[in-house]
């Protein structure tokens, strides 16, 4: 454990914001998870000890660290008190750049004046976010992969201001969390999204336009490229409305047309077909029922 950064705080219960507080907890430090809706709390808890037990199956840890690691999570219904004695903030809400504005104002008020402010964000500007507070040489990104337990990249995005100090106390935290950091200048989707995204805006107009169904675009891309999952699977793993966030991230950012948004995205965004999460996108994840 990076011993000055051992109190951290993370803002957002949901996907990303439960697996950043599990692989914190995990690696000895003491996690405050921050949501305003108790709910949303209930659940991350529920998740994260639902994880670790998988974690007991495979005989990762024991059920004694299991108990050690749940201790260490800290459920907070305000921002405002779970950051006011924390060294490390990790912002992880929805990929909205008004609400993340909102958030790091708030956390720029409430923290220490020598904590760092780090966002999860996979595309919004880290200079953008800085901007909103009055530490800027303070604010990175550190931009996690879903599901964090088991994924081995952090992107650490430099923002316009970050000091080199900043960047090398984020590093060797991401380190300690056992993962492989790698860094990124703040332009528009970074390295990961920017490359990715129209990746799989390509798939999708592949399919819009016919060319071949949604099992065969997939099958390609993994038996012809060695891709784990086909890009219109992943796109429902990773929620088209994130998908779609992002690509117009990359389209008002570089003004170039090869970034804009398939109209089938557009409408199946629009209509609620948001992937995994919404129990449908390009595939059904409905539950089958089984005849009586």
């Given at each position: 454990?990076?011993?000055m ?21 995990q690696s ?21 000890a ?26 907070v219904?305000?921002i ?7 060294q ?7 990929e ?19 904590a ?22 303070q ?12 994924m081995?990249?952090?992107e ?6 970050t000091s ?8 060797a935290?991401?380190?300690d ?7 990124s200048?703040d332009?528009p ?18 399919l819009?336009e ?13 038996l012809?490229m060695?891709?784990?999952m ?6 429902d ?10 690509l117009r991230?990359?389209?008002?950012g ?9 109209p089938l ?7 609620g ?20």
């Open positions: 454990m990076v011993e950064y051992q109190d951290v705080a993370v803002i957002g219960a949901g996907t990303m914001g439960n697996g950043i507080a599990h692989v914190f907890a000895g430090y003491h996690v405050n998870l921050i949501d305003v809706n108790t709910e949303a709390l209930d659940l991350a808890l529920a998740t994260i639902a994880n670790l037990d998988r974690q007991i199956k495979k005989e990762i840890i024991t059920a004694d660290q299991r108990n050690r690691i749940l201790s260490r999570i800290n459920r219904d305000s405002a008190l779970g950051v006011q004695d924390r490390l903030v990790v912002e992880a809400a929805t909205n750049k008004d609400l993340k504005f909102k958030i790091f104002r708030e956390m720029d008020l409430h923290a220490p004046k020598t760092i402010l780090a966002s999860n964000t996979s595309s919004i500007s880290i200079t953008e976010l800085a901007a909103v507070t009055a530490r800027p040489a604010v990175i990104g550190m931009h996690f992969m879903n599901p964090v337990p088991v081995k990249l952090v650490i995005i430099r923002g316009y201001e080199d100090e900043v960047l090398k106390d984020v590093l935290v991401a380190e969390l056992g993962k492989e950091p790698h860094a200048q332009y989707g970074f390295v990961a999204n920017r490359t990715l995204m129209p990746m799989i805006n390509e798939a999708i107009w592949t819009h016919g060319v071949a169904t949604r099992e065969d675009i997939d099958a390609i891309m993994k012809g060695n891709h784990p086909g890009p219109l699977t992943l796109a793993f990773i929620g088209l409305d994130v998908c779609l966030a992002i991230v990359l389209h008002d570089f003004g170039n047309p090869k970034y804009a948004p398939c995205l557009v409408n199946m965004v629009n209509a077909h948001l992937g995994r999460k919404a129990g449908q996108g390009f595939y059904d994840y409905t539950p089958r029922q089984v005849p009586a």
